[in-house]
């Protein structure tokens, strides 16, 4: 089994990198590999940090509308980065469902580095006949509020495609809680092929990688061509060059 470095993932051998972190995680690790591994999760963030500030800009300069879809004329911030007292309230957040669980380190570390996300919104005049299912991250003080942990549903982080798009009523994204702390965990809720006879749930970070694979709207993953406007594929196109791979 390969040795975990920092150096190597900043290489472009991100996958490779973070698979190896992931066989790891149930065997005992040295004092080195976690040091690799905590310097892996800082570069990881850094550049999460990056493409969620690149996708947010760039979508402005392509004429993107934020949008809660919400008849009030209030609007959530799509990105906030600086949070107060964050050690708190994941202290708290982990207290609340330490009976169900525990939390993974990737989606802990995120929320060191970032408050919200919430590119929920549309492209004015352009056709698109699919859900974008934007890339939104609830608070930890919204985690911290809700109301509890429920198997196959997860801890709520995020409302489903529809519910994105004030068409259904309900449904969620929510993270995996496991019986040992692990790097990452389920993203439940979201599945790789919803078509396919079995799909499966994707881990927390592949889903980011989807999400940045399609400029913040990985419901593109799953739409023909046709069923969206051009000028929407050209905007994904423009964006994603110029995204770090996490």
Known sequence: MKKISVEHYTQLAEREVWNEMIAKENIAMNRSDLSEIQQVMNVMMH?????LQYIYN???QYDFKFSDFAE?????????????????????LEEKYAEYGFFPLTMLELYKHIQQV??????PTRKCNVFLD???IVPVRELIAHDGYHEGYGVYIAP???FKENVSSNGVYGIELTANQQIDSKFQGFFDDPDA?????????DYLRLCFKWAGFPGLEFANRNEVDDYIWDVVSNIVPYLKPI
Do not use: Y
Request: cysteine-free.
């Open 160 to 162: 489903e495609a529809g």
């Open 118 to 123: 919430d590119f929920r919104g549309f492209f």
């Open 197 to 205: 006879e079995q799909p499966e749930e994707i881990l927390l970070l």
């Open 58 to 60: 760039a979508l402005q």
């Open 134 to 136: 934007a890339l939104m």
């Open 72 to 92: 009030s004329s209030e609007q959530t911030t799509p990105l906030v980065f600086e949070q107060n007292d964050i050690t708190r309230q994941l202290f708290t």
């Open 47 to 51: 550049r999460i940090k990056f493409n």
